[in-house]
């Protein structure tokens, strides 16, 4: 392989390289089977594009707007936990590659970076992705220091009242190094014999009890919009959208949580259609490629999320990597609106895309 990549896919391989094999194992394992993880991916090659011609591209503008914030490509980066495992600089190096890429990046409750050293790192517009703890006074602490930070929006994790089995970090007895944001709050150091201490960690601090009610709860202890992250039925997005959620974000958490859930990408439309225009749809899961993001907007999402990869570029270059991966999907995209007759994102409609049930459906 040559040394500087062509491709987002080849980062992967040069993070195989540069980590200890507990560490990728973790970044790139599904849960149980891992079908879902591998659907995430597949999914998308089952979508085909159908682009128009004569049509003037000689101008062509990405840029998009997030809850009022314009980023320069509807491509952000997922809430992916622990980045300094992957590179000493962690989740300062993944924030400063986002600004310089005038991109919105959500950082993870379980990041190795504390809150204020990420915003106090570059700045930029960020995001901040929540678990609700059984502590619910840690939880509204983290919530106050999020908005005193200065981010603009929380996505709140719904679909982990418990961790997924990881089969992979069992066998490697994975342990999770204290995470920075609990320090002096809450201790996330677990002892167990029984493989990776990472179910034992979320099954002593996460609130399995957390329900649609809580939803009030959240919203009285911040005035920052709140998004929810884990929706993949169009009851759940009707569900959401009646308890007042900013925003949706179509995910099956990278398909760590629940196995033979299906691809994100084969349900995104399905929840576009039930909320209806009423809040921003965002997509999750097995964006590879620009002309996966050109598919996601087609079916109706506002903008992607990037996570394994850009743990991979960061890996394999730190915030050069992180920003080359991002750059990439940019200019992959870019050229997919081009061929596809789209000046602007705006102009990818519905009927740029075929799908597996417009097949069937044109067979009835």
Known sequence: MASEPVNVNEFQELA???LPKMYYDFYTGGAEDQHTLKENV???RRIMLRPRVLVDVSRLDMSTTILGYKISAPIMIAPTAMHQLAHPEGEVATARAA????????LSNMSTCTVEEVASSCNAVRFFQLYVLKRRDISAQIVHRVEKN????????????RLGRREADIKNRMVAPQLRNFEGLLSTEVDTDKGSNLEALTKGICDTSLSWEDIGWLKSITNLPILIKGVL????????????VAGIVVSNHGARQLDYTPATISVLEEVVHAVGG???VLFDGGVRRGTDVFKALALGAQAVLVGRPVVYGLAANGERGVRRVIEMLKDEFELT???????NVKD?????????FDKLRSML
């Open 348 to 356: 990818i409609t519905r009927s740029h895309v075929t799908t597996e």
């Open 42 to 44: 597949a999914a998308f």
């Open 278 to 280: 009423r809040v921003p």
């Open 99 to 106: 600004a310089a890429c005038n991109t919105i990046m959500i």
């Open 16 to 18: 195989r390289q540069a």
């Open 337 to 343: 609106m081009a061929l596809s007759g789209c000046p």
């Open 233 to 244: 039925t169009h009851e759940n997005a009707r569900k959401a959208v009646e308890v007042g």
């Open 150 to 161: 200065g981010y603009k929006a929380i996505v709140l994790t719904v679909d982990t009242p």
